[in-house]
Every structure is written in C-alpha cells, then in structure tokens.
C-alpha cells in the first residue's frame, strides 16, 4: 500500500539548462497545498539544476533528470511509497510500474505532441488513471478520434486539457515587491529568459537579452528590469540602465508580469502560459529547447504574440514597436483570450485531490 492518503510524489523533467517542468510542478503542489495544508510533497530533481525550493517540501536528488537516472528515480518511488504521483514529461515504464506496485494512482502530464502520444501507447495506458494535457492557444481542444477509441478500451483512464499553469497575479504584492526593486508598480518592461542556462554563438541568452532591454529603455524611456534565471551561469549582476535582478520565485514572477506594459521573454512552455494567461502583450524569443522556434512561429502567426529572434537589435526593435503600439498590444491580449488562454492551476489541482480523495 501507498505510504498514506496525503503524499504525493512530483517527478518533473530537470537540468541545467530548462527547468519548466520544474516550476510548473512547483505550482500545482503549492496549490495543492493551499487546499489541503496537511499534504505531504516530495519532489525529484536533478541536483545540477539550479532551482527555486520550497521549504515545505521533500526534495530529493538524482544524478540527471529522472528519465536518465533511472534506477535511482524508481528506488526514491519505492522508498517514499507515495499516494499519488504526477510525471511531468519524465519518467520511464519501470517507474511507472514502481508506483502501481506501491499503491499510488499516477497522473501524466504532457506539454507536447510526442509526450501526449507516449501516453496513448497501449502498454502505457493501463498504468494511468489522470492524463494531464497542456493545449494553450486552443479554444476547444479534443482528443484525435484514434485517442478517443484508446480511452474508451480504459474507461478508468481520465483526461483533462488545461491551458497553462502560473501562480495567481496579487496586486498588494506587487506593490511591495516593485517598491523592494526601485520600480514603479507598473508600466515598465520586463525580460526574462526562462531558466536562463543556455547560450547563443558562445554568449549567455540572458546577456543577450539585457542588451536589448537596455536599448529598449534608453529608446522608450520606460524603466526596464532584467531577470537572469536560476540557471545563469555568467557574472553579470547590474547595469547602469537596468534593473538586474538574477532570479525570483515563480510567484514573485508573477506579481511582475501583472505590472509591465509587455514582456519579453524565452518561448518555454511555462514561461509562455504563465506571461499570456495573466494577460501580459508579449514578445517571443528562442531562448532554450527545440520546442520553442516552432511555439513562437505558431502563436505570432495567429497574433498572439510578438516574435523576435535570439539578437539584440531585432528584439529590441520588436519590444520598442510594441511599447508604442497600443492597438497591437491590446489586439495581442484579444487574441489570447479568443484562444482561451488562462491560468487553469486550480482545474489541475482539482483533478489531483480527486485522484487523492478516490484513493481515501
């Protein structure tokens, strides 16, 4: 049996380079607890990432993401004998089968075509009772008619789609934080790269990315602010026409997105959802994994969003034309709310105390 009704194990993909898996996990479980403040939650991750940690929870550390330090994942899974464990894009059928063995009712988190087909595969589909499905930019996504037979053979099998995960917006915190951070408490620009590990022709993408929010303020006039990422590894801690800031807690994030006039900011999944659903006019750039060019030509082409490449002029130029373009900006967020992107944190939270109360 599972170690009792009130843990769950999070098991996301992590590394040095991207972690929004990570933080997109770390907002479900805070949610979660918000709902049931007993619940105990452990989480997997990969020590070399440099990641935000919450002091309320477990934290225990393999040698890669759990996909590749695989051994090690199912041993933590078999030790903890959780509830209820959410895979966010990692894990593999030995870990799976670790957790049935243990008990636990496992939910799946998929955030890209090739990860939604992994779960509609035969062999996996009896090891799930919750397929989590992120679908942003689709006002009514459905399941293909292939994966609409394959759920009905499991009639235990439930899906949800969801259209992106972030921390609520709070205007009395943002008022604190901007005053901590020298800022106005709203109408500036803010750049961000995501996770902030990677790199453009040998320089850090955060780099980059401050030169442009340099250029941008000095030609606007609008104060900027420059977060780095968690996985920043460079030596650049202020600059004289930027506010530089290394890194700040996904909820603090939040609180600075729901004040700037737009954002300029890494094409990551989490990223994205979490700038668009709280109704922030973006530009998008390459700032990390494969996934990212084709998200970009997508949501620019439907006019969700602005597009830039990894350069700092071209992104300059797009965040200075959007800052002075009113119209566009406002055409930006009609667009994201016909698409029906939004915050569904709680929708997904739901789903997994059900999953939890079903296990009671």
Same mark, same amino acid.
């Given at each position: 049996m599972a170690e009792s009704p009130d843990s769950v194990l999070f098991v996301p993909v992590s590394g040095p380079g991207g972690s929004g898996e990570y933080y997109r996990c770390l907002a479900i479980a805070r949610a979660l607890r918000a709902h049931r403040p007993g619940l105990v939650i452990h989480f997997l991750v990969n020590r070399h990432a440099r990641l935000e940690r919450d002091a309320r929870f477990h934290y225990h550390e393999l040698n890669d993401s759990p996909t590749r330090d695989r051994l090690a994942a199912r041993e933590y899974i078999e030790q903890l004998r959780p509830a209820l464990v959410l895979f966010d894009s990692a894990g593999r059928m030995m870990h799976f089968r670790a957790a049935r063995a243990v008990g636990a009712r496992v939910a799946w988190l998929s955030d890209r075509p090739n990860k939604r087909r992994k779960a509609f595969r035969w062999r996996m589909l009896p090891l799930l009772d919750l397929h989590l499905m992120?679908?942003?930019?689709?006002?009514?996504p459905r399941l293909s008619f292939l994966h609409r037979f394959k759920q009905r053979c499991f009639p235990g099998l439930k899906t949800v789609f969801f259209s992106g995960i972030a921390p609520p917006a709070d205007a009395s915190r943002r008022q604190a934080l901007c005053d901590a951070l020298g800022l106005p408490d709203s109408d500036y620009l803010l750049f961000a790269p995501g996770g902030g590990g990677y790199e453009r022709g040998g320089r850090p993408v955060p780099e980059i990315m401050l030169e442009a929010a340099a250029i941008s303020a000095t030609e606007t006039g609008l104060p900027a602010i420059m977060l780095m990422g968690p996985q920043y590894k460079g030596a650049v801690e202020s600059h004289e026409t930027v506010r530089v800031v290394k890194s700040l807690p996904t909820e603090d994030l939040s609180q600075l997105l729901g004040g700037a006039r737009l954002a300029v900011i890494g094409a990551g999944s989490m990223m994205t959802t979490q700038t668009l659903s709280l109704g922030v006019p973006?530009? %998008?750039?390459?700032? &990390? &994994? $494969?996934? #990212?060019?084709?998200?970009?030509? $997508?949501?620019?082409r439907r006019g969700l969003v602005s597009a830039a490449? *990894?350069? /700092? &002029?071209? *992104?300059?130029? @797009? @965040?200075? @034309? %959007?800052? =002075?373009?009113? $119209?566009?900006?406002? /055409? #930006? #967020?009609?667009?994201? =709310?016909? @698409?029906?992107?939004?915050n569904d944190v709680e929708l997904v939270a739901a789903g997994l105390l059900e999953l939890l109360s079903a296990e009671c």
């Open positions: 992120a679908a942003p930019g689709e006002a009514a973006a530009v %998008l750039v390459p700032a &990390g &994994g $494969d996934d #990212q060019p084709p998200r970009i030509n $997508d949501f620019s490449p *990894m350069e /700092a &002029g071209p *992104m300059a130029e @797009a @965040a200075i @034309a %959007l800052a =002075r373009d009113a $119209d566009r900006r406002a /055409a #930006q #967020q009609a667009a994201v =709310r016909d @698409a029906g992107i939004r």
